[in-house]
Every structure is written in C-alpha cells, then in structure tokens.
C-alpha cells in the first residue's frame, strides 16, 4: 500500500471517534457493585492525622465522590458537588492518586463540600470500587449497599433524574422498615 | 445600525472570500495571469472587510449597546474600557471573529510581502487562505453570529467572566490565534506545492519566515497562558496538563519539528513529503483545538460555552480541510519523496532524531488528550488523564530531546566525523557537570541528585549551543577548521547569518527553561497556614506578617485585601521594621456574575518569586493563607520569550526573500559541491529556532 496513504487513514480514524464523541450523551455504567455491598476501607484522611473508616459511615446514606485536583472534569462538577453538600447531603470525598498539598489548595481554591477526604494515594481503593477514571460518584445507603454508581462529572439532569427518586425512595423505605 | 454594519462586513468579506479562492485557484489551473492577478488585491480587501466588521463589534462593546445578544452576554456597563475591548474576544462568537480577522491579517501580509515569490505560486497559497477564510466566515455567519440582536435590549449586560478581566488573557487569545492561524500559511504553501506538484529548497526558504513568525507568536500565546494560569488562577503551577492546553501545546510540538524539518528541506532537498506533512499536522492540530475547545467533546476548566451544533460544523469543516489535504498528500506526494543520502553522523541525521522525538512527544500528547474521547466513545467512560502520565512521558522523551539538542547543531551537513564533533562538546559536557552538581548546593534545602542532573542538562543546553554558535562562526560549518585563528572567529562570528543567531537564542532559551522547570518542581515551598493578625511565617528562608484584611471595592467587585510584609529571615529570626516588601493578596467577588476570585499578591525575582493567596476567613482575624516560594520560576517563562526571540531573529535571515530561481539552483549546486570540501559552501545555512 502506498505509505502517503497511511495519515489520512489514521485522521480518519480520528474523525470517526471525534464525531462518536460528539454524539455521546455521558450514559451510565451498569457497574456489577450496585446491589452489592460497598467494599470496606479505612485509610488515613487529608487533614494531618485524620483517619477515614467506612464502618463509621453506617446508619446513613452517603455520597462516595472520587476526585483529584489533578482532574479537569472533576472541577465542571464540582459546584454541583457543593450545592448537593449544602442541600444537606452527606458527601466522602474519595481523594485518588493525588498530592495532599494540591489536593488541599484544590479545596480552598474551590470549596470543600467533603464531611470526610480518605486519602487513597495508590488507588488500591479505587481498584476494589472498579474505579474507571475520575471523576465518579457512588451512592451507599444506610446499610452500606451500592444503591447508584455515575462515571463522569455528575450534573443537574443526573441528579435531578436519577440521584434524587432514589434518594426519595431510600427515605421512604427508611421510614417503613 | 452599525452591528448591521458589521454583519453586511461579514457578509461581504465571505463573497470576496469565494472569489479570492476560485479565480486564482483556475487561473493558476490555466495559467491565465487576469485570474491570477486577482488575488493579492482580493487578499487586501478581505483583510479591509474583515477589519471593518471587527471595528463595528468593538464599538458595540465600548459604547455597552446592549440589545446585541453577544455584547449582553460579555460586557457590562462597569466594566473598565480595557475589558471591554478584551471582552470582544472573551466569548465564542467574537473570538471567531477575531481569528478570521487574524486569518485575513497574514493573508494581507502573505498578498503584501511575497514579491519575491512567483505570482502563480503566491496565487496558489492566497487561495487555500481563502478557502479557510470561507469556512470560518461561515461557521459565523450560520451558527455563531456575534452580531445578533437581542429583543428587547437588556438594561445591563451579564459582565464578562472574571477569570477574563485580566490584561494577561486580554493579551494571551490574540497571541494564541495568531500563532494558530499563522500555521495556516505554512499549511497553504504545503498546499499550494502539492497542488503545483514542485517542491525545492526555494519554496522552503519562503515557507521559512511564515513558519518561525507564526510559531512565535504561539511560544508568546502559550507563555502567557502559563504565566496567566500561575497568577490569576491562584494555584502556583505554571502548567497543568488541561485538554484546552494540550489543544495549543500540539500544534506547537509540531510547528516546532516543522522548523527543524524545514531546515534540512531549505538546505539540502531533504525530508520534502514529511516538511508538507508537518505542515498540514501543525494546521491540523490548530483546527482539532478549536473544535475540543468548543464542542464541548473534553471538559476542561476554560472551555468556551459549549454547543453540539458547532461542533458539528468545525467536525466537517475540520474532515474537509483536513481530510481533503491528507487526500491531495497521497495522492500527490509520492511525486515529491526526496532520497538524499546522509551519513549515520551528519546534521541530516541530528534533524531527522529532533523530528521523530518532537513527533513522539506530540502523539504523546494527543493520545493523553483524546483517549478519554476514544474511551468513551468505545465504552461511555469519561475520565481524566492526568500529570503523572504527561510528565513521565516527558521526562522521557524531552531529556534525549535536549541531549542530541547540544550535539546535534554543531554536526555539518550530509558527513560528518565524530572525531571532529566530540573533543568540542568535552568542555561543555564538563562544565555543564560540574555547574548542575554545584549549583542546588546555593539553595537551602536538602541536596537533590534529581535536581542536580536536571540543572546539568539545562546547562548542557547553554554551553554546547555557545560553543556551536563560535564554531559554526568561525569556519566550523566549512570543509575543515583553517578558520580557527582567534581575530578571524570573531570576525566570522559578526558575519554569521541571522538564522544562526535566531538557532543559538532559541536553544539558549529551552537551556534556561530546563533550569527554571527543574528548580521550581524541586525547590518550591508550599504551605498552607492559618494565620491571625500580627502572626509571623517563616517559608523558604523568608520571614512573612500577617497584617490583617480590610475591605475593598474596585469598580466592578468588592475585594477583602490582605496586608503581608515580607523580608529575608535574619540570623536571629528578627523581623526588621520598615525593611522588606509588602503583598497584599484579595479575594473579590464580583458584583454581577457573583464568582469569587483569587487575586494572589506576588513579589517576583529573578532567583525566586514569593507568592501569597488569601484563603477564607476562619474565625475572627484569622485567615487560612497559602504562601509559597518559587525559586526561578521567572526563568520557565524567560526562557519561552527566548524562544520565540530566536526564532525571530531567524525569521530576518536575509537569505529567505532571494527570488526564486537564483535561490532555487544556486543551493541545489552549492550543495552537491559543498560536500566534496572544494569550493566555499552556499553563504550559510539557515537553522533557526528551537528544540
């Protein structure tokens, strides 16, 4: 084949992912965790000297966020984040793969929505929840089963469509059991 | 009544536009000189069109016209005239426009300064400017028209973004644009030479001049970018690996093995297929930023309100410039191929490791850009890809990079023996050693080999491009090295061609960027504090007050400014009264899209900067604060300006506005005869920029 074909070939390629890409709506991951059991984890926590133990996190339902300073995306949902966590909700901050000085500006930069950061420095957190890349979002209810998983920057529709039934539908399961 | 102005600007400027690119284009078919003729003035009254156009919109914003929609959306009616300008360009719709302006500004000045080059071939490329012209006048006109109006008017506009308000962004986009779009000249004369099916050393030297201006000016764009994210964004980073710098940064990588390419093209007939294809890459990764920038495919902290429409429109616009010119490479570049023999040990060879490095670092960052696209559109994740992988890519592919940089420009053309080249580098190979291993000893931290070996190939840079400049001044670039005598090297070093010069700058520059990377990432100080009035902090051997913070109001925010002295910490940890200097850091809020921004304080220096952010107030009088100390950052940005005032100085090598056909044969023949070490080589060898 003639070798002055091959960049237009490849470009090609690139214009067929570049157009997929443009029709893509962020979908959700079926994730075999949801229904299951939220892997246990303790770990040291952001502030010097915290410790973050998911067993102290039973009783109440709870966001489980992963999110880097280093992650541009995690920025775009990140006034979400805020808003969710002044709505009342409670959001552990998983912080992955990130330096604790970025991390901590990030946060002061940014705001911190986060009632507890876990510091899960080498992702071995991460590997357990099946973490695809960053940002994602975990729903863990009072029992601490996996009730909703989002890969991707949460935004308005997601939460208004999906988080917020399920969280409706938490508390009134709550209430009768 | 005069956006309408603007709007019929626009719309002619798109008819001038189409006739710009058909006539000439069939004239040089036919070689009919009436068709051809067309395009210089056509060229020109683009350019008056356009200008027209982007004067109207920039009135609308002085004069804060409100019932234009775009004028609503980024202005207000207390933001300061210079933000105003600024803010003609601080949105989607207008900084379209000031990139067709700057597209219609380089086709005038190729239409103006391009005497020297034949009317069909100037044709030619005049054409191809047109046909990008045309599709940006209609992205305009049918999706995004800055023009618009609103109904009814609205009685004050929603401000311009905060981040923008900043003279370093109202200065970084046209910089960028015109680096961007200055690629787009070397892509039409890639163009032009693939549609006339000749290629020589000629047009390389007339594609020269454009290339390094462009490329210029998007060294300047990008250090500014930096220098902007650094201040305004209130990290202390100078880099951060975001989708929308990765957009400006691979067409750079490109451009800048477009130069190198360039240079063997120019002087010796080489590497012709792969110069086009450089060419149509650097343009190419112009236009795919723009559209991951504004089709909203990658989230990114600074993307432009994002559209699927318009992405849709740059997406074809992008398949048919891109792909049609890929299209005309295969078909047409096999006529081209050049074989040119070189020795394992010869200038030809240093280019081609400059190139393939420089293309490995560019697909480097493209695949860390777009495999969160590729994956998601392969399995709907969407994720980041973040520092860790671009930084380890680039330790590994830049340190070879700056090795081979030092060596490589002191090897002559075609062969070369190592014998010769070797004893030359010792000195500065020993020099380079022993200033890396010594210097980190000045700083006041623990000692790091990391910084010392970094410091080393910093200063490998400096001293082998130094000693490539005497030698190459001084007869090294001829047959043998009778030149050697010390009057005559100085003489030889006054008469060196400015291309030179512009080479030796560029990698003085990308020594001193080394430096300044390798003492920032190694010796900063970051500390966060919670700090009361009065209190004292004591970072990288600088003693800091805490003064306190009083309200301010500017005139479009309300502002809580700190008040910090700093000065060198003394022996005994005193604070001297009256001594040092003060910062004073705010935290404003603006009054109508309500955002709060970091303003941090900075006393910059050339050994270090001292940075001081204000965080939130904790409880009375006391305030979490961020101080760092940033030793030689200056130097990352220095070394940028560098850069790009080398490739200037090249840009002004005499030799690249010969007319065509002296130029065309005297350096084929020089050439051939250079290498049997007979006659006196062809006058020099342009060589600009960096690595």
């Excluded at chain 1, 002061?108 to 071995?124: E, L, S």
């Excluded at chain 2, 004069?63 to 105003?84: C, E, K, M, T, W």
Aim: aromatic share 12%; net charge positive; charged share 15%.
């Amino acid at each position: 084949m003639n070798r002055f074909v091959i960049p237009l070939l490849a470009f090609a390629v690139v214009v067929a992912f570049l157009g997929v890409g443009l029709t893509l709506k962020p979908r959700e991951l079926p994730s075999p965790l949801i229904g299951q059991p939220a892997p246990a984890f303790a770990l040291p926590g952001l502030q010097p000297g915290a410790r973050f133990d998911s067993a102290q996190m039973q009783g109440r339902a709870y966001l489980l966020n992963v999110w880097a300073s280093w992650c541009a995306a995690c920025l775009d949902e990140h006034p979400l984040i805020n808003q969710l966590a002044q709505a009342g909700m409670r959001i552990v901050g998983l912080n992955y793969k990130d330096d604790a000085g970025d991390a901590t500006a990030w946060l002061q930069r940014f705001g911190n929505p986060y009632a507890h950061i876990p510091v899960d420095r080498d992702g071995r957190v991460g590997i357990e929840f099946g973490v695809y890349g960053v940002p994602e979002t975990y729903l863990i209810d009072a029992r601490g089963v996996i009730r909703f998983k989002h890969t991707g920057p949460l935004n308005a529709e997601v939460v208004r469509r999906e988080l917020l039934p399920l969280l409706g539908a938490m508390r009134r399961d709550g209430e009768s059991s | 009544m005069i956006p309408e102005l603007g709007h019929f600007a626009l719309s002619l400027a798109l008819l001038v536009a189409l006739a710009q690119a058909a006539l000439p284009l069939y004239g040089a078919f036919a070689n009919l000189p009436a068709w051809i003729a067309v395009a210089r003035p056509a060229a020109l009254a683009q350019l008056l069109l356009v200008a027209v156009a982007f004067a109207c919109l920039t009135a609308a914003f002085i004069s804060g016209d409100f019932s234009v929609q775009y004028v609503a959306d980024h202005s207000n009616s207390r933001l300061p005239l210079i933000y105003r300008i600024a803010g003609v360009w601080g949105g989607h719709e207008g900084s379209l426009l000031l990139w067709s302006l700057i597209l219609a500004a380089w086709s005038g000045a190729v239409a103006a300064f391009t005497r020297h080059i034949p009317d069909r071939i100037a044709a030619r490329i005049l054409a191809v400017l047109a046909l990008i012209s045309i599709g940006f006048f209609l992205f305009m006109l049918l999706t995004s028209n800055p023009f618009e109006r609103l109904f009814p008017a609205a009685a004050d506009g929603r401000d311009l973004n905060p981040l923008l308000q900043d003279i370093g962004l109202a200065v970084h986009p046209p910089m960028l644009y015109a680096g961007y779009v200055g690629f787009s000249v070397a892509f039409a004369f890639a163009v032009a030479a693939l549609l006339g099916g000749r290629l020589d050393a000629a047009w390389a030297r007339w594609a020269r001049p454009w290339t390094n201006l462009a490329w210029c000016f998007l060294t300047v764009g990008i250090a500014l970018g930096s220098w902007w994210a650094y201040y305004e964004l209130g990290w202390g980073g100078w880099w951060f690996w975001d989708p929308v710098e990765n957009a400006s940064f691979m067409p750079w990588l490109a451009g800048t093995a477009l130069l190198h390419s360039l240079a063997a093209t120019a002087n010796r007939g080489a590497f012709k297929a792969w110069t086009v294809l450089l060419a149509v890459c650097a343009f190419s990764l112009s236009l795919l930023g723009a559209f991951l920038v504004r089709s909203g495919v990658l989230t990114s902290v600074h993307a432009f309100a994002t559209d699927p429409a318009r992405g849709l429109f740059i997406l074809i616009f992008l398949g048919i410039v891109v792909g049609g010119s890929l299209a005309l490479y295969a078909w047409r570049a096999p006529a081209l191929a050049s074989y040119i023999r070189f020795a394992p040990v010869s200038r030809e060879m240093a280019l081609l490791i400059n190139n393939v490095l420089f293309g490995a670092l560019c697909f480097a960052v493209l695949t860390g850009t777009l495999y969160p696209l590729v994956l998601d559109a392969l399995t709907g994740a969407k994720i980041s890809v973040g520092e860790p992988y671009f930084n380890f890519l680039f330790a590994v592919i830049g340190a070879p990079l700056a090795l081979f940089m030092g060596a490589g420009a002191l090897l002559r053309w075609k062969r070369d023996r190592a014998a010769r080249a070797l004893p030359k580098l010792l000195a500065p190979a020993a020099a380079s050693l022993v200033v890396g291993f010594a210097w980190p000893l000045s700083m006041a931290q623990a000692y790091s080999v990391n910084a010392a070996l970094g410091l080393s190939l910093g200063c490998w840079v400096v001293f082998s491009s130094l000693v490539t400049l005497i030698d190459r001044a001084g007869g090294g670039d001829r047959g043998g090295d009778r030149g050697g005598g010390g009057g005559a090297r100085w003489r030889g070093l006054l008469r060196a061609p400015a291309a030179v010069y512009g080479m030796t700058v560029a990698h003085l520059g990308v020594g001193v960027f080394i430096i300044g990377v390798t003492f920032t990432n190694a010796y900063s100080i970051e500390k966060d504090l919670r700090l009361s009035s009065g209190e004292m902090a004591q970072v990288g051997g600088y003693a800091f007050r805490f003064d306190g913070v009083s309200a301010h109001r500017g005139p479009n925010y309300a502002a809580a400014r700190g008040e910090f002295v700093a000065q060198r910490a003394a022996a005994g940890g005193e604070f001297q009264p009256g001594a040092g200097v003060a910062l004073r850091p705010e935290k404003r809020t603006y009054l109508v899209q309500k955002n709060p921004m970091t303003e941090a304080a900075i006393d910059a220096g050339l050994t270090r900067d001292l940075y001081v952010a204000l965080g939130e107030e904790l409880e009375r009088g006391a305030w979490s604060v961020r101080i760092y100390y940033k030793p030689f950052i200056r130097w990352i940005w220095l070394g940028a300006l560098l850069m790009a005032a080398g490739g200037l100085v090249a840009a002004t090598d005499k030799r690249y506005r010969r007319r065509a056909e002296s130029a065309t044969t005297d350096a084929i023949a020089a050439d051939s005869v250079a290498a049997d070490h007979v006659s006196p080589p062809p006058p020099g060898r342009p060589q600009p920029a960096l690595g």
